[in-house]
Each structure stands twice: as C-alpha cells, then as structure tokens.
C-alpha cells in the first residue's frame, strides 16, 4: 500500500480553520505551525515507514494461539518498540505519569496517520489508551501510580472487557461475577467476548478493564463494577508476580483487523481491584465513552483516507479506455483510468467525505479539550451530541467510501494481492464495535436529542443557522451556504417531526433514528466545508497556495452540490413515520 | 447458514404477477402453477440440503492448486454429480442436445435459490451455461454436436477468457494472439486472468472460449475472435486425446467467492478453433452479454436473500433490549432484536429491495424469452436496455443489503464462525465482473438510452407512465402510483437533462451516469411492486392467503415510502452537472 500522511489539509485544519494558536484552551496556544508540523512530519514517516508496510503482513499472518500466548504478525513487536520508544503512545498522557501533556487534540491528529497507515496494529495503543484515561479519571492514587506510568509508554497495554456471549448491547444480562475477598480484592469469574488486544506478545503485562457484578448492586446495568484484572500481578514494589488466573479461550477469525488479537477471555477467579465505585461501573465506562467513539469515527475516515490514496495511485496508473472529450494519453495505449467522469465522481465521493470527516473529528476533539481543560459545559453537551454522529456516519460512510476505492480497482480490487479489500474488512468493524452504529441512532434520537430539555440540539441549530448567516452576501460562499441552509431546515423538520409525534408513539422517532443520524452528519460536514471554505477564502485573499486553496473550495463544492442533498432523502424516510417500517408481525419475516 | 427457497414468493410471481400459462411465449403454456410448484420444491431442496451446507466449506478451504490441477473443497464433487443427476444444468438447454427445453425464465427462477445457497459453487455450472449458448448460437453443426451434450449436462464445463494483465474493459489492448494452422485451427498464445473455474476437479475437461486476436483484423476490438480451447484434445469419435497447451498459472487468492477457482490461464501454443466469424469475436460476446448480466444481477439479489434469511433467524434468537413501547417476552431475560425498529428498517430495506429485485429479474428473464422464442423486437430493445439496470442496481443494492444483514448480528457478524461476513464478501464480486458497474452505468446512459434513436427507452418511460394510469382512483393502489408518478418525472427529468446537455458536453450526461442507473433501478422497483401490489390485491379480493398477500402489499408500501424518494437525490445530482465533478486537475488529487 501507499500512505503519506496528508501533513497540508492537517496543518490547513490546525491553523487556518480552528486557528488553534489563538484558542483559549489551555496547551492550545503552544501549537504554533511549526510544531504542529514538525510533530506531523514525524508521525507520518512513522506511518509511512514502519507501519504501513507492516498493514498487509498483519492482514495475511493474523494472530495466533500458541501455547497460551498469542502470537502476532511478523514485525509488529519491532514496530511496537519503535512507536513507544519515539513517545508517540503517550503525547496527551499527564507529564507526571511520563506524558507529554499535548491537547488530545493533537494525540487525534498523529493517531490519524498511525490508523490509516495500519488500523489493526494502532489499536492495541489505542486500547491502551483508554484503560489509560479509566485508570487516570477514576483510580485512586496507588492505582495511578501502579499503572499509569506503564500504560503512557505501552510497556502494558490495556483491554476493555464488556460483551459476553449473550450479551453486547445489553449489558445489564451480564454474567461476569465479582466476590469479594477479606484482602479488599475480588476474585473475578466469567467469560468475556470480543477483548481487542486482549493477548498478545509485544508487552510486559496486559492490563484488563473488567466489567463484572459484584453482590448488592441490583439487577441489571446498575449491579455493574469495574474492574482492574491485570494478566501478572503486579507487586507492591511494582515488579511483576505470578500469572493471574486470566486465560485466552481463543483467537477469533474475523473478517479483517487481522493483525489485531480479538479474544475469548477466560477469568476463573482472576485477582481484580474494584476501580470506581461500586456499583457505578457503567458511569465509569461513560465517562470514556466520548474519546472512546470519537476515536472509532477516526478509523471510519481515516482507513478511507488509505483507500482512497491507493485509488487514486491506482486511477493514475492504469491505462483503460479514452476521455470521451478526446485523448488525455495519446502516444500512450490508452488514457489513464482517472479521465473518465465515473472515476471521478467517485473519488470526488471520497476526498469530500475524508476532507469534511477530518474537520469534524478534530473539531470534536478540541470540544473534548475545551470540556476537560476549561470546564466548558457547553463545549461538554454539544460533543456529548455529536459522538453518535461522528461515530456512527463517519463508519458507515468511510466504510462506503472503502468499497468505493476499491471499485476503481475493478477486479484487481477483488484480489488479496492488492491493498483495497484489506481496507473494505477492516473498515467494516469501526459500524460495529463501541456501539453498532443503529446503537448510535438510538442514542442521538433517544438520548442526545432531548439531554438537558433538549438545549444542546437547539444551541447545534443556532450554530448551523449562524454559519449560514455570517456569510450572507458574500458570492463565493453562496454555494456553501444556500446548501448548508436548506440542510438546516430539514434537520429540523425531522427534530419537529419528532417532538410532535415521538411522544406519544416512541417508535416514530427510532423508525427514523439511522436516517436522523446520517441527515444530522451531513449537515456536519455541510457546516465543516463553510468553514472550512472560509478559511480557504480568506487564506487565497492572503496570498495562500492556490492550487491546495482552489482544490479545497472545489472539493467543498461538491460536497455541498452532491452529497447535502442526501439530507431531503432521510427527511422523507423520517416523515413516512413508523407505521411503514413497524406494519409487519415478526411472524411475516 | 439457514437457506429455504422462498417458493411461495417465486409461484406468486410466476403465476400471479406474470399469469405465465396464459402468455404468449412458446413453453409459457406448459408452466402450470403444479408443475413450477414441484420443480421449485424440488430444486430447493437441493439448495438447503446439499449445496448450502457446503457454503462455509468453500469459503474456508478455499480452491488449491496441486500439481497443475485446482482442487476444489471438499464435497464440490459429490455435490456437483448430485446436481448434473437432478439434470438440474440442462433446464433449458435444447432436447436434441441433451436438454429439457424449458424457457430461460425457469432456469433463472431455479438458479436463484442454488445462487443463494452456494454462489461459488453455483458458478460452475453458470460459466458453463454461457459457454453452452456461445457454442450453440455461434457454433458450427460439428462444433454443436461434439461439445454442447457435454456441457448440458456438465460432464465437460466452460471458462469465458475475455481478461489479461493489463486490460479488462478495455479488450481494445488485448495481446492474446491466434496463429491460423494449416489444417484450420489456430495456436493461441497469451495469458488470460480472473478466470472463474478455470481449473478443477470435477469435470472430465474444460471447454474455454478465448478471445484473441488473429491476423487482419485491424487495431483495436476489431481484431478480435473467439476460439475454443478445450483443455483435453477431442478426437474425432468425441473421446478425450492428449493435455492440450492450456495451463493454471496462479488460483487467485480473493476477498471472496473462494470456492470457486479464479485462475490465471497460461495458452502456449493452444490448440484453438474459431467460432463464429472471424475478427467478430466482441460481437460473438455481446449476443451472450444480456444473459450473463442478468445472472450477475440475480446473484445481486440472491446473495442478499440468504443474507436476509439469516439475519431474520438471528433477530428473532437473540434476546437483546426491550421493545420500548412495552416487553414483548416478559418472561424472558430480554426480547428478540426483531422488536427493536432500527432493526426493523434495515430487514424491511432488505426484504423490500429483494423482492422486487426478483420480480424485475423474471421479468428480464421472461423479456429474453419473449425475444428468443418470438422474436419480438420491442422485448429485445426491451431488455437490452434494462440490462445495465439490473446488473448494476442490483448488485450494488444487494450488497449494500448483505452488509446490512451482517450488521443485524453485532460483533458476530464480523467474526467467520457465521455466515454473515461471506454473504458481504461473496456479494462484493457481483458488483466488478462482468463489467464493472461503473461500466454498465456508461453503457446505460452512453449507448442504451440512445439505442435506436431513444425509442426503447421511451417505450419504457410510457410502460411506467400506463402502469399508474391503469390503477388511477384505485385508493388502494395510490400509495404505489402516486410515488411511482413523482419517481417517474425524476426519472425523465434527468433524461431530458442528458439530452440537453449531453450533447455538447459528453461528461455532462457521464459524471451523473451511476445516478441515472440507481435512479432507474428505483424506478423498476417501484414498477415491480406496482404490478405486484395489483396482483395481491386481486387476489387477496379473490379470498388468497391473506397474511402472505397483506404482507406482501406492506413490504411494497416500505418499498414505496422508503427508497423511492432516492429518485429526488440521484435527480439533484445529475442535474448538478460535471462542473462539481471535472472541477480539479488530476494532480489534484
């Protein structure tokens, strides 16, 4: 595969839209353009070098059961070992656990070029990750300093156990056990399903997040306690003890991140610490809910960005067929696919999408900064709104933008040799894990919408209508706008449609919950590319780079021209109401 | 995987919507509703018994190649005798050549249900279909006699070699040559990829039709012949003679379909014979051409009924959640996911699309009946023209709909312990060979719209245009004719935007070219559930099976409600132009 991190439209985002150096968020001011871009050069050579040609051998290898342990994929621990040397593991982790106390932020825009140069591999730092953050927010003082250090430099790496067998949505099923011993630990016992990362040979220990019932709780989800089970015990002087009594009951084969160890786990009375409350493991497990799907709606666009690079390579390259305008390649046999307008509406599908998913994603996670750094409620609601959309259009549609790249491949595509059906099965799994994406809809449409009287979606509204507004009259932007306000107004006619009707019938809102959520991500990246076309605007006015500020407003063009319509689609959907999609007993399927 | 042939709603199309004994097309007459009825039961209990359960086997052994010979996974063989016994290859294949001399459309109806239980297997036999209607159009009396009985009956299966390295669209580029001997035959030299059952095991030899380019012929597509290369020598009393000069370079490691054996063939010198005229070998294939597109079209569908079926089975199993309006399974520890109505759309999308998906596809089937049997010009410019449509919608919506089904089942359906994941990784093929749908869109707007002067394709505005007229003021028929009028004017709207514009602008009519095919594909939809909505309804008057016939009237209503109104996207897109679509330079991407 070819990768090279795309260092401009980063910077372009970093500096001319989100002006990140004028921002008020704490850390934000440090980020002036050459930092950023040195920090990005770095982190793409990385990608480029290291991980990227290690993306297939994962594909191919997987990971494998032996004796206990697993094995991963040719290269990946020497791979490993070079991403925690360069401290790229722990650039936003505090500067007292060994961090480096960047804004997540900028963890977000490095972990972009890592996931699409080798998505399978990433996850195990990205895992990490987050019993980092749980482990940081909720533990007690030891607990940090056990663990913290560790995870920051992915000497252990970390898991996130929740789904079971039986369960997945519906945690409150859960069958995990927790017994409380005389020493304050508990003995954890049960199977859990599905755990990424959850062996393998790249590091020292294996740091397991654990959600299980320990007595008292009640039933369902509020019965839940989270639980640090670490796969060596770790001593009071930090040195590592015995294995613990956690085994792999399998490595599962999927569909793609192959190179990534997806496993059974086994705990058989595993020595856990209750970490939290008890009883409050699901708040704890929310409270990284926001970075944890932030960072799933990364993959979605970021594999994409990958396919969509080899696409293009690959439209440059192969000769087929003449432009129906007149040859492109006359003294060659024929002209390269990327003359015919087919190949580039599809490409053009795919750059507008990863362009606006790239603004959206980095303007979420400076919601997140702002949030956690300044204590911003608003900046808190309205990410708190946005995650489903992120999480749930930025897979589905980077999953279809996979497939589109690989249909310029044509039946090269099809063949494990080349790189396109890699990025389709591995792209697949971001709809799925850390909430299927009709989970998503679910919670915008059932939750989000109506959290605190419904003010944060009406403080989005505001926002759209204000975007539209700050530029009225201006001509160049006139495409971008008369787009984004239409959009508008049909995002809130389907919030109406279900403030009148949801109520007294919940299912005409969630019939139309997946198409709320995709009309509301559309109008993101409706409101993204406004943005994003101002600061390009402003940025040529000043003299700016031409070819990247024209390629910029053209591809924002289509997007608005194109996909923005898409929005009157679901607002029909949701406006047909519940009776079509409910008519049927379950018996008629 | 679970696979019961949906003989109800293949009998309901068969005898209800298409009142086959009383048409005109010869052999229509004998179809009685118990003759099908059998057949049809018959059939699908080879599908469910003997071909689905070697599904996964396909998918997990894989073809393998040994010593230049391709295995195939274990029990194709046996399998494959079971179906040649059934005479299940020679439906409608001519009796003085071993067949049973049904219409093309029972062949397709049967086809559907082997296709939904075992594509890679099925595929077999497909190839040899086609090659038994080359021979048998263009084939000479000796070439007939000696090689369709065979190939009827599958003793002896057929390759189509159009692909080399280099070009697959563009066969213009083709190098494969053919030397003419002496004694009339030819030496075929070249190397030919994606060649499904190129090589296997289960057959006595393997017959391949070969484009080449033989001298004279001129530059480009205009050189090219067709050849018959068998892979045993045949003498002249039809025995098997010696290994002729035809070898397996390479079984292609694929994304899916991996029980079918998709070889590169090597040709050093092959013995070839012409069939049909020389440098008219294009043509030769485009005869051939409406056939096979219309079995890639039904694979669309068919992959995506097998998927549906198991997601329904899963949806009904597994107990996640509670319907919000109220427990639907008190006593148990959750409902089924069946109650929840996100989960309701997406098997409503499938099953809505699947069965009109069929409905379109027997009718293209019984247009090519209609068109061979009676030579009916109309049906043949007819389907012609639906071809690209049935090709390409379908199979781009059937994969959409597999990838749906796969999300029904959560993180199990990433894993391959379950069918999902190959449903979605079968299907994706149907969407590349046999011209990619790119391709069948630019041949829909490119050349068949224009095809003699537009006639055919305002005969098929005018058909939609009568099919709503026939049911004005009928209340129960307005939800399918009001819909359909709106999709139809988006539909001549877009036409009528290539004329004018088109003309001057090629790429004006190309860049909205893949929206114009999905635009028409909703229309056929909608013109598919409007004659089935009539039909039910007659029935339903005339005391039929209520549940079935009121559900299938519901699943039009989605139908209707729901995917229609992408006409009014794919509209808004077309008439978008080229501008959004040409605006940057190549390099700018």
Redesign the interface.
């Known amino acids: 595969m070819t990768y090279v991190a795309p260092v401009k439209d980063m910077q372009f985002l970093l500096h001319q839209v989100m002006a990140v150096t004028g921002s008020d968020i704490p850390g934000y001011g440090d980020l002036d353009s050459g930092f950023t871009g040195a920090v990005l050069e770095e982190a793409g050579k990385l990608a480029s070098d290291v991980l990227a040609p290690l993306n297939a051998v994962g594909d191919h290898e997987g990971c494998v059961l032996e004796n206990g342990v697993v094995r991963t994929p040719s290269g990946f621990k020497a791979a490993f070992d070079q991403l925690r040397g360069g401290g790229w593991t722990a650039l936003d982790c505090a500067p007292e656990f060994g961090g480096q106390g960047l804004p997540y932020l900028m963890h977000t825009v490095v972990n972009e070029a890592l996931v699409s140069a080798n998505m399978a591999f990433n996850m195990y730092q990205g895992l990490t990750h987050g019993a980092y953050s749980a482990v940081h927010i909720h533990g007690t003082d030891a607990q940090k300093a056990t663990y913290l250090p560790k995870l920051a430099t992915c000497e252990w790496t970390g898991t996130m156990n929740l ?1 079971e067998p ?5 945690l409150g ?1 859960m069958r995990t056990k927790a017994e409380p011993q005389a020493d304050g630990s508990y003995k954890v016992t049960g199977t859990k ?2 755990i990424s990362a959850g062996d393998h040979d790249m590091a020292e220990n294996i740091v397991h997040l654990v959600l299980a019932k320990a007595p008292g709780g009640g039933e369902g989800t509020r019965g839940i306690s989270l639980f640090i089970v670490p796969k060596f015990l770790v001593r009071a002087d930090g040195s590592l003890g015995g294995r613990n009594a956690v085994s792999v009951g399998k490595v ?5 991140i192959h190179g990534n160890s997806t496993c059974v786990m086994n705990y058989d009375g595993a020595e856990g610490y209750l970490i939290g409350e008890l009883h409050k493991g699901m708040r704890a497990m929310f409270t990284m809910m926001n970075e944890a799907r932030l960072g799933v709606g990364l993959q979605g666009y970021a594999v994409a960005e990958a396919a969509y690079q080899n696409a ?1 390579a690959y ?2 390259d192969r ?3 003449r432009d ?2 007149g040859a492109q390649n006359p003294t060659g ?2 002209d ?1 696919l ?11 599908d795919q ?1 507008s999408f990863v362009e606006g998913a790239r603004a959206l994603t980095y303007w979420g996670a400076s919601l997140i900064d702002r949030s956690v750094r300044l204590g911003d409620q608003a900046a808190e609601g309205l990410i708190t709104l946005l995650i489903p959309v992120i999480k749930g259009f930025q897979t589905d549609q980077g ?1 279809a933008m996979a ?1 589109q790249a ?2 310029v491949w ?2 090269h ?5 080349n790189p396109a ?1 890699q990025f ?2 591995d792209a ?2 971001a ?3 850390e909430g ?3 989970v998503q ?2 919670d915008l449409v ?1 939750r989000k919408l109506g959290q605190d009287g419904g003010k944060h979606v009406l403080a989005f509204f505001e926002m759209v209508k204000k975007e539209c507004q700050a530029h009225d009259g201006e001509a160049r932007m006139a495409p971008f706008t008369t787009a984004l306000k239409v959009a508008s107004k049909q995002m809130q006619a389907a919030g109406l449609y279900f403030v009148q009707n949801g109520v007294k ?3 005409a809102a ?2 139309g ?2 198409d709320f959520l995709h009309l509301m991500g559309h109008v993101c990246m409706g409101l993204m590319w406004t943005r994003m076309a101002k600061a390009a605007l402003t940025a040529l006015d000043a003299g700016g780079d031409a ?1 990247f500020l024209q ?1 910029k407003l ?2 924002g ?2 997007y608005m ?2 996909q923005l ?2 929005c ?2 679901h607002l ?2 949701i406006e ?1 109401g ?1 009776e ?5 007993d ?1 018996a ?2």
Chains 1, 2 share one sequence.
């Open positions: 789904t039986h369960c997945g949505t519906d099923l399903i599905f599962e084969e999927k569909m793609g293009v439209a440059k000769l087929q067929g129906i305008t046999p024929a390269p990327i003359v015919h307008p087919d190949i580039r509406r599809s490409l053009m750059k999953f497939v690989q249909q044509g039946g595509g099809y063949i494990e040799d059906s389709v099965r697949r799994i709809m799925i894990y299927a994406n009709g809809a679910l059932g019938n919940p299912n969630l019939a919950s997946s070819a390629a053209a591809t063009r289509y021209a194109r319509p898409a009157g689609l029909a959907r047909s519940a079509p999609v409910m008519a049927l379950a008629a399927f």
